[in-house]
């Protein structure tokens, strides 16, 4: 089975232990990062092209009024 095919078999099953702790790992993950956060290689991930004006960032934001 490729990789696409396990991460997709993954996000049907939302409930298995192993997607419950990659959740639970990347809200960790996130909440070490400052409020704003410039992620680089995620522009790569998603498909841009290695342009120079192609940038992603991670932003925190608060909930509630």
Known sequence: ??????????????QSDVMCFLLRFRCWQYHQLSALHRAPHKVCCLGYKAKQGYVIYRISVHSGG
Not at 1 to 14: T, V
């Open 1 to 14: 089975m490729g990789a696409y095919k396990y991460i997709q078999e993954l996000w049907r099953k939302k």
